[in-house]
């Protein structure tokens, strides 16, 4: 059975940094891209951060110059990196399957529960 498990996910000040994990099983890992989104209330779900087999990666315009997403293929997990975050970057964070490129970054189907991170003023 395919398992996603998000950790990692808190309450941190503005200008704070936490790091995300997604530790994966019942798939080949090495096979996939992966990916981290979010949603905030009232908002439509984004991709954030995407890296595919290559290891080349995608980050939304917002994130880009702040987060960094990383992957351990003998682990099996995939990371994401935040600094200098934002109320706005509040929101749950969901680990993914995807196929992802340099460009853009589209699910492929497996979904992890989600860690909620919120950044206060």
């Known amino acids: 059975q395919v398992q996603l498990v998000e950790s990692g996910g808190g309450v941190v000040q503005s200008g704070g940094s936490l790091r995300l994990s997604c530790v994966t099983s019942g798939f080949t890992f090495y096979y996939y891209s992966m990916g981290w989104f979010r949603q905030a209330p009232g908002k439509e779900r984004e991709a954030v951060s995407c890296?595919?087999?290559?290891?080349?990666?995608y980050y939304t315009k917002s994130v880009e110059d702040r987060f960094t997403i990383s992957r351990d293929n003998d682990q099996n997990t995939v990371y994401l990196q935040m600094n200098s975050l934002k109320p706005e970057d509040t929101a749950v964070y969901y680990c993914?399957?995807?196929?992802?490129?340099?460009?853009?970054?589209?699910?492929?189907?497996?979904w992890g529960q989600g860690t909620q991170v919120t950044v206060s003023s």
């Open positions: 993914a399957t995807t196929f992802s490129t340099g460009s853009e970054c589209t699910p492929r189907g497996h």
């Open positions: 890296i595919n087999i290559y290891e080349t990666t």
